[in-house]
């Protein structure tokens, strides 16, 4: 293999203290290179007795002479023959043989290892017995060591119960990322990119022959190519490639029996499977037994549940053997596959196989049944593919099929193929003899003209819609009353958005339409925080992400709807740390979702928490990443978004002309999103054009107050307090000031103060509050400006934030999920979700493995 591995040796050196190392694993996983490494490095090893096996050593005698011969050639004495026979006796036995042998290694006078490769070629059960008796009753200094493809026949389950045998699997032997980087660097002279390497890693499943014949294919593309577009030869390496044809056909599969080998291939075309989804697929009744043969035998297989009910192959042999499986058969596979899949209520895995099987008719009537609880649970691009799978011509026949396209071609930020969908469905509804519009119809409808700046006819589009559907349980019932909010939203109604909003998370919570209710979680949070509610939008938050289990929703792709406004509010409160690390988390699984308004709302969020933290560069890479999204979806509510956080920065980096130019584009669009005006009074201020800049405070003080809007408030307050300044009126400024303390106070708001002024911290020391307790903690935070995410781990070992060292600290005195929430004023939901982050972070599995970390990093 060309390359050392210490934490393998080291695991092997600890492994063989024991009587018997079982070093098992499918063929090109290093099992014959890990120990032949193992005995040129390793310090204090025994005397090494080497015998590689072949088919012909299944014969006692022959593998008796054999053993006695190595332990030779490793310079230890023993007698001559292999048992001691009378002429005309019968041939002993060869448990009687290894008894002999035992006699003879009686008086060992230091360790000897006797290793075993290839013993997967032995198929003689007295051989096993044989051995199973050397486990049993070896002498203190003799250890078995034997490397196989299979599981071998012994008592494995007693002696792993008495501590007598250690076992080293794939598991351990696959490559790390890095081991794969320094084999292909070191022994293949290849320096690959991160990004392909990852991949490469990935595809491998860090089978060692796997990946070594990918860098055969990888140096022979630079032979005749050179180095350009090594990533797609890398994202192309499958199975099919003639080294890893050859491999598997001349080291594997010919070792196999007919009926196994025909099995496998059958099998090969899911992607998961049990005893009885194989026996649907295969027309068998014994599935069962032939799995448990595969698996003794570890031709590739993988366990996916503890009960080994579940498995896989890996995907390069999933891939050779789907390589001798015709199309046609392909298809009667996958159909039957879908049958016994939709028998066993598993929508998505039945119509996944119908598409496979080109079952077009199957795959759209499981598609209409799947659809709404998918939807409910924001497997948006899965969605979306299965439509992309289907034919173009069918799904343009089909009003609902085209318009659940449209909608989710929108959501992906595909606006103009989405914008083509929506047209077809329409046509389809204006037919003479078109049916009834399907309910898709009518939310796609509301959520173009909210797109569309048209929020007045979102509002009427959507209480048509909610009087068609009535008290239904629908996930399009939720919709229109989730784009009735927005509208309102965006006409100023604040106060009636939020009651809209909060019944669409409210109904579509209890009705299990997750997606609804947290994209409207992600909606309302932000103006509970403008109504000055910080502190109950932080619970509000809390109280759903208790009901995610770490294990599940917390990690999917939907629960960036809830970690991106939680993300908003830590920053409110001068969090960074946390902020950067909740926008980061919830913008990639936003991505991931489909959702690119919210994952452009985390990016130009995180574009805040970054300058924030003195990380310019990064504040604005983030910037030009979220414009690429807008640019991408050519939406002009999103385009807005980005201009507004481009003006945001700008005027933090003291630029005033260009926060101008990037207010000016906003056109109209000013005059209604308070943010927006808010700035524009930033840049009058600091143009020195104060008259215009209180005129403009004045308005906004107006509307904040008639829609509830206290937190916004703080900020106009602020502006206001800064622009009597500038006019010298000193008491006025104090007076603002005050007020804005004062209802900051309440809430725990921190930012406005930190945004907006660097000479903030004179105006303070003056406020008539300024013995509270609250402003000494603003001035606290003026001084001490709150630590970069990228600070060095001496401060925050592993970029754990203030809460996760505060969990870590309590889950080293014993507590409990239950009793770390009481202690820390928090859900017990929000108290699981740290502790995953910490286990992750910190790269451990459980609790005691925690404490040992955080005390090797002088936390605890």
Same mark, same amino acid.
């Given at each position: ?17 024991? %009587? ?27 005397? $090494? ?34 048992? &001691? ?42 051989? !096993? ?22 599981? %071998? ?40 990119? %991160? ?7 990935? &595809? ?5 022959? @796997? ?84 698996? *003794? ?11 080994? =009910? ?15 499986? /015709? ?19 598993? @929508? ?13 008719? !199957? ?27 289907? %034919? ?7 009003? /609902? ?12 930020? =595909? ?29 796609? +409808? ?59 998370? /409210? ?6 339409? &997750?997606?609804?209710?947290? /994209? ?12 000055? +509610? ?70 130009? $969020? ?20 979220? &414009?690429?999204?807008? !640019? ?15 003006? !945001? ?38 143009? @020195? ?61 921190? *930012?406005?103060?930190?945004? $907006? ?104």
């Amino acid at each position: 293999m060309g390359l050392s591995r210490p934490r393998l040796l080291e695991l092997l050196s600890d492994a063989i203290r024991r %009587p018997f190392t079982l070093l098992c694993a499918p063929a090109g996983f290093g099992k014959s290179s890990l120990l032949s490494t193992w005995a040129a490095e390793a310090v204090e090893q025994p005397i $090494a007795a080497w015998l590689v096996l072949d088919e012909e050593d299944n014969d006692p005698a022959r593998f008796f002479e054999y053993v006695r011969g190595a332990l030779r050639s490793a310079g230890i004495e023993i007698g001559g023959p292999a048992a &001691r026979t009378h002429p005309g006796a019968a041939s002993p036995s060869a448990k009687d043989r290894m008894a002999v042998l035992l006699d003879d290694l009686a008086d060992l006078t230091q360790p000897v290892m006797l290793v075993l490769d290839d013993y997967h070629l032995v198929r003689n059960a007295e051989l !096993d017995t044989a051995l199973a008796f050397l486990v049993e009753h070896a002498p203190e200094n003799l250890r078995l060591v034997m490397a196989t493809r299979e599981t %071998p026949r012994f008592p494995l389950a007693r002696w792993r119960t008495k501590e007598w045998m250690s076992e080293i699997g794939a598991d351990q032997l696959r490559f790390t990322q890095e081991e794969a980087s320094a084999y292909l660097s070191r022994s293949m002279g290849l320096t690959i990119e %991160p990004q392909s390497l990852r991949a490469l890693a990935a &595809r491998t499943e860090g089978w060692i022959a @796997g990946l070594q014949m990918a860098g055969l294919s990888l140096q022979r593309h630079i032979e005749v190519q050179g180095s350009a577009q090594l990533a797609q030869v890398v994202s192309a390496f499958n199975g099919e490639h003639s080294h890893v044809i050859d491999y598997l056909a001349g080291e594997v599969m010919r070792l196999q029996s007919r009926e196994l080998s025909e099995f496998v291939r059958k099998v090969c075309v899911l992607d998961r499977f049990c005893a009885g989804l194989c026996d649907a697929v295969t027309g068998r009744s014994d599935s069962s037994a032939l799995l448990a043969a595969v698996e *003794r035998g570890n031709l590739f297989l993988q366990r996916l549940d503890d009960q080994g =009910r579940w498995f896989r192959f890996h995907q390069l042999f999933a891939d050779f053997l789907r390589n001798g499986v /015709d199309e046609a058969e392909a298809f009667e596979l996958h159909r039957k596959a879908s049958a016994w899949f939709e028998a066993h209520d598993r @929508g998505p895995e039945a119509i996944k196989h119908a598409l496979a099987a080109r079952s077009d008719a !199957d795959a759209v009537r499981l598609f209409r049944q799947q659809v709404e609880e998918l939807l409910a649970r924001g497997e948006l691009p899965t969605l979306l593919a299965w439509l992309e799978m289907l %034919p173009t011509t069918l799904v343009r026949q089909h009003q /609902d099929l085209a318009g659940y396209k449209a909608w989710l071609l929108f959501m992906s930020g =595909r606006t103009t193929e989405a914008m083509e969908y929506h047209g077809v469905a329409t046509a389809l509804a204006a037919l003479p003899d078109a049916p009834e519009p399907p309910e898709i119809l009518f939310s796609l +409808q509301a959520f173009i003209a909210i797109n569309s700046d048209q929020p007045e006819l979102a509002i009427e589009l959507s209480q048509q819609a909610l009087s068609r559907l009535g008290n239904t349980t629908s996930f399009f019932r939720l919709w229109p009353l989730f784009y009735s909010g927005l509208g309102l939203l965006r006409t100023g109604s604040t106060r009636e958005a939020a009651e809209v909003l909060r019944q669409a998370l /409210d109904l579509g919570w209890s009705f299990g339409h &997750r997606l609804t209710a947290l /994209d409207a979680l992600g909606h309302l949070i932000p103006l509970m925080s403008g109504q000055g +509610q910080l502190r109950e939008a932080k619970l509000l938050c809390e109280e759903f992400l208790a009901q995610c289990s770490p294990s599940d929703e917390a990690h999917a792709p939907i629960s960036g709807l809830l970690l991106i406004p939680m993300g908003m509010l830590a920053y409110e409160r001068n969090e960074l740390r946390e902020a950067v690390e909740l926008l980061e988390a919830g913008t990639g699984l936003c991505k991931r979702l489909g959702s690119v308004f919210h994952a452009l709302a985390g990016t130009c $969020a995180l574009a805040k928490a970054f300058h924030a933290s003195g990380m310019r560069d990064r504040a604005w890479n983030a910037i030009a990443a979220a &414009r690429e999204l807008a !640019d991408r979806s050519r939406n002009p509510r999103r385009r807005r978004a980005v201009l507004v956080a481009s003006a !945001d920065l700008h005027l933090r980096d003291n630029n005033v002309e260009a926060g101008r130019l990037a207010l000016e584009e906003l056109g109209p669009a000013l005059e209604v999103a308070v943010e927006a005006q808010l700035l524009q009074v930033r840049v009058l201020l600091s143009s @020195g054009a104060t008259l215009p800049a209180m005129r403009m405070l004045g308005g906004i003080e107006a509307a904040c107050r008639d829609q509830g809007q206290q937190g916004t408030l703080i900020s106009v307050h602020l502006l206001q307090a800064l622009g009597h300044r500038a006019n010298g009126g000193r008491a006025a400024t104090l007076e603002h000031l005050d007020k804005a303390i004062s209802l900051a106070a309440a809430g725990g708001y921190v *930012r406005p103060f930190l945004d $907006a002024d660097a000479e903030l911290a004179t105006l303070l020391r003056h406020a008539s509050l300024g013995r509270s307790a609250f402003v000494e903690e603003l001035l606290g935070a003026v001084r001490h400006p709150a630590q970069s995410p990228a600070a060095s781990q001496e401060t925050a070992p592993m970029q754990l934030t203030r809460t996760q060292l505060e969990v870590l600290v309590l889950i080293g005195k014993g507590l409990g999920n239950q009793q770390i929430a009481e202690q820390l004023v928090i859900t017990v939901g929000t108290a699981k979700w740290h502790v995953s982050q910490i286990f992750e972070k910190l790269g451990v599995r459980n609790r005691s493995q925690a404490i040992a970390k955080a005390r090797e990093l002088s936390v605890l």
